[in-house]
Nanobody, 120 residues
Framework: EVQLVESGGGLVQAGGSLRLSCAAS????????IGWFRQAPGKEREGVSC????????YYTDSVKGRFTVSSDNARNTVYLQMNSLKPEDTADYYC?????????????WGQGTQVTVSS
């Protein structure tokens, strides 16, 4: 059974940091692409970042470049999203997803999400 379990969300003040974790099981982690997505209230889900475990490529949406860092620990089957210099507009439910590539259309498995709230 495929599982993606996010953790690490919470309430933080603007300018603070959080590290999200996505623990994966039930598929070949080393070959997968793991993406982070977020959905704010009343808004569509958007892609935030992605890491391709097959070649280590990473991707970021423009609004988080320089502030967020995605990394993968293949020994733990876990992907992290280090979020620094958080802004109120980063407030959202954050989801990780797994697929063959970082294309959103190819994300096959999704976690349940973790909530991030950034206060001003």
């Amino acid at each position: 059974e495929v599982q993606l379990v996010e953790s690490g969300g919470g309430l933080v003040q603007a300018g603070g940091s959080l590290r999200l974790s996505c623990a994966a099981s039930g598929f070949t982690f080393d070959n997968a692409a793991i993406g982070w997505f977020r959905q704010a209230p009343g808004k569509e889900r958007e892609g935030v970042s992605c890491i391709s475990n097959s070649d280590g490529s990473t991707y970021y949406t423009d609004s988080v470049k320089g502030r967020f860092t995605v990394s993968s620990d293949n020994a733990r089957n876990t992907v992290y999203l280090q979020m620094n210099s958080l802004k109120p507009e980063d407030t959202a439910d954050y989801y990780c997803a797994a697929g063959q590539t970082c294309l959103r259309s190819q994300m096959k498995y999704w976690g349940q999400g973790t909530q991030v709230t950034v206060s001003s």
